[in-house]
Nanobody
Framework: VQLQASGGGLVQPGGSLRLSCVVS????????IGWFHQAPGKEREGVSR????????GYGDSVKGRFTISSDNHKKTVYLQMNSLNFEDTGTYYC??????????????????????WGQGTHVTVSS
């Protein structure tokens, strides 16, 4: 199983980035994919998740209305479109996968300990 995150970079406040997570070795239809953010010196927090083949999505409170998660099952890629970025969005973004055996409540999918497989992370810096 491999998850390859990319798309990070330097962006000004108010700007946008799109992160990609290419998945191999697992089926997107049977796994939930989550995005996590780790700011410098802080714990990893759940940002967003998508379950099923492009179906059910969820977001952390800090990104609702600004970030959008989506998937392209043919490309086996999950995207995180990040708009209206602010300084607090700086950090490393990781994508992760879990074997989804049925809905277990929204909070479950934003907990890092729920996930079995992790990518290497891509770094985002929001700076003027």
């Amino acid at each position: 199983v491999q998850l390859q995150a990319s798309g990070g970079g330097l962006v000004q406040p108010g700007g946008s980035l799109r992160l990609s997570c290419v998945v191999s070795g697992i089926s997107l239809g049977e796994h939930a994919i989550g995005w996590f953010h780790q700011a410098p010196g802080k714990e990893r927090e759940g940002v967003s998740r998508i379950r099923g083949s492009g179906g059910f999505t969820g977001y952390g409170d800090s990104v609702k209305g600004r970030f959008t998660i989506s998937s392209d099952n043919h490309k086996k890629t999950v995207y995180l479109q990040m708009n209206s970025l602010n300084f607090e969005d700086t950090g490393t973004y990781y994508c992760a996968a879990l074997n989804d055996r049925g809905f277990r409540g929204s909070a479950y999918y934003l907990k890092s300990e729920s996930y079995e497989y992790w990518g290497q992370g891509t770094h985002v810096t929001v700076s003027s």
